[in-house]
Nanobody, 119 residues
Framework: QVQLVESGGGLVQPGGSLRLSCSVSKLIFSINNMDNMDWYRQAPGKGRELVAIINRDASTNYANSVKGRFTISRDNAKNTVYLQMNSLKPEDTAVYYC??????????WGQGTQVTVSS
């Protein structure tokens, strides 16, 4: 029932940029208490794809398709995770989902935000 709140999606031209945000009240949990925070995406007719991970120690991992273009980050004071997306391509068009995971205990999902890259 607890969900992460996402924002920042929209329509952008190829080569443009967007920044997605994922927030939750600290009254529910602190993102730094999670083992990792992730961004997934799902294009029409395709499965959900893991795009980026930020771990508890702040290390990051990216899908090969977005390396060098996307950056995942967090602001613990704001209890918010971001996905900065640069040099966007039409194939980046998808619904993007934030995900929080604590291994062996809990997992939370955002509601999804639409990103459309088109001229």
């Amino acid at each position: 029932q607890v969900q992460l709140v996402e924002s920042g999606g929209g329509l952008v031209q190829p080569g443009g940029s967007l920044r997605l945000s994922c927030s939750v009240s600290k009254l529910i949990f602190s993102i730094n208490n999670m083992d990792n925070m992730d961004w997934y995406r799902q294009a029409p007719g395709k499965g959900r794809e893991l795009v980026a991970i930020i771990n508890r120690d702040a290390s990051t991992n990216y899908a090969n398709s977005v390396k060098g273009r996307f950056t995942i980050s967090r602001d613990n004071a704001k209890n918010t995770v971001y996905l900065q997306m640069n040099s966007l391509k039409p194939e980046d068009t998808a619904v993007y989902y934030c995900h929080a995971n604590k291994i062996g205990t809990v997992s939370y999902w955002g509601q999804g935000t639409q990103v459309t890259v088109s001229s």
